[in-house]
């Protein structure tokens, strides 16, 4: 029997986390191999084959205030985890972005359990802000290997000493297959001949009230220009539901909350549909440009995190999206903190709804875009590497 934990939080990693889930039972069973997948992680990955050890989704945290709520239950979550890891050590550690948690978990892992490799695969994108610094990362203090998603980020980490190797991004692997607008439409229950405005606010409890009040008023404004834009908000957690709704109700704007059991499943569709998304920055920013669908992003924190970053920190990066950031150019609009505005949205939303050439030049990005990322079967490839790892 062969076990690897696998260690993520937040709805994104969630989702990364699944896909190499399934992959890694795929690439077992091609080598005969009897495998146990332990995880902190989420539902997604529970329903790929894991046995979940503790439910981390709902704890991704941005900033100081926001981070206060968390702490004790993540300090009980790793006492449990220590325990359980203490009675059933695992043959290999993954570790997938989840920054502040995932470091501490590998740094005791290898004080604790020094001959078990360990594999970070999906870095927190520190490695963006670190390249222009010229500093290194903690993470080279525990980790055997790096699976890279990012060829900047194979690059940054092979040039002070790290074991990577480039896999490619996963994402890729889930934009292959995706029904056409007609079908997607069909399949949603959607007017085709209305557009469909997604918005994208929250996968963080935060999110909900920095967020998602002012993209509810850009959506009651688009849709009071146009009464025929259909409004779409998928959930990422369970939790969400009810707050979005109410968000939409109190903006005013006709339109629905897809349930978190349900968002995943009909993401493909959604992704099909829709003629622009309006939503935070993060993973789903490069999911959209590979579906092709036009974006605004943005975020905000609060005013005592945002001080703390730029005046304690010093922390400034040219771009926030993972789209930007790969172009290193701004493709895809973001309005950060004192910009993230309704009227600042709608000056950035409407040309990409109304505007045929600058629809045009977005998705000339995104084909750009698309070519730095690798080919499919990123997540086969990872599994592999990390079968590699412990296998005589």
Not at 95 to 102: Q, S, V, W
Not at 107 to 135: F, H, K, S, V
Not at 262 to 287: H, I, Q, W, Y
Request: net charge neutral.
């Amino acid at each position: 029997m062969v076990r690897v934990l696998i260690s993520t939080g937040e709805v994104s990693g969630d989702l990364q986390g699944s896909l190499l889930v399934s992959a890694l039972h795929r690439q077992a069973a091609r080598r005969g191999l009897s495998l146990e997948v332990m995880a902190l992680g989420g539902p997604r990955m529970e329903a790929a084959g894991a046995e979940l050890l503790a439910d981390t989704a709902p704890m991704g945290s941005i900033g100081l205030l926001e981070a206060l709520p968390l702490v004790l239950p993540t300090l009980r979550l790793q006492a449990r985890v220590n325990r359980e890891l203490t009675a059933r050590p695992p043959d290999a550690v993954v570790l997938i972005d989840y920054m502040g948690a995932n470091v501490r978990l590998g740094q005791r892992l290898r004080r604790t359990l020094p001959e078990i490799p360990i594999t970070y695969y999906i870095a927190p994108q520190e490695w963006a802000w670190r390249m222009n610094d010229g500093g290194t990362s903690s993470l080279l203090s525990f980790t055997d290997r790096i699976l890279a998603i990012f060829p900047e980020e194979a690059s940054f980490y092979a040039s002070h000493g790290a074991d990577v190797t480039w896999v490619g991004h996963p994402l890729l692997d889930l934009a292959a297959a995706r029904p056409d607008r007609s079908a997607a439409c069909q399949q949603l229950g959607l007017n085709p001949d209305a557009r469909l405005l997604l918005l994208l606010p929250a996968s963080r409890i935060q999110e909900l009230r920095y967020l998602m009040p002012v993209l509810a008023e850009v959506a009651a404004r688009l849709q009071a220009r146009d009464p025929s834009l259909q409004v779409i908000v998928p959930a990422g957690l369970s939790r969400f539901e009810e707050p979005l709704a109410q968000a939409l109700a109190a903006a005013g704007v006709q339109g629905r909350v897809i349930p978190a059991a349900d968002a995943d499943r009909l993401k493909p569709a959604l992704f099909s549909a829709a003629d622009l998304a309006l939503g935070k920055s993060g993973t789903v920013n490069l999911e959209l440009a590979l579906q092709g669908v036009p974006q605004v992003v943005g975020y905000r924190v609060s005013r005592l995190t945002a001080w703390v970053a730029r005046h304690v920190l010093r922390f400034k990066v040219d771009h926030i999206s993972p789209v930007n950031l790969l172009l290193n150019e701004r493709l895809v609009p973001e309005l950060l903190q004192d910009e993230f505005t309704v009227d600042a949205f709608m000056a950035q939303a409407l040309p990409l709804l109304e505007d045929g050439d600058c629809r045009a030049r977005m998705q000339d990005g995104y084909r750009r875009l698309r070519e730095t990322l690798g080919s499919p079967g990123v997540t086969d490839r990872a599994a592999a590497a990390i079968l590699d790892s412990i296998q005589p």
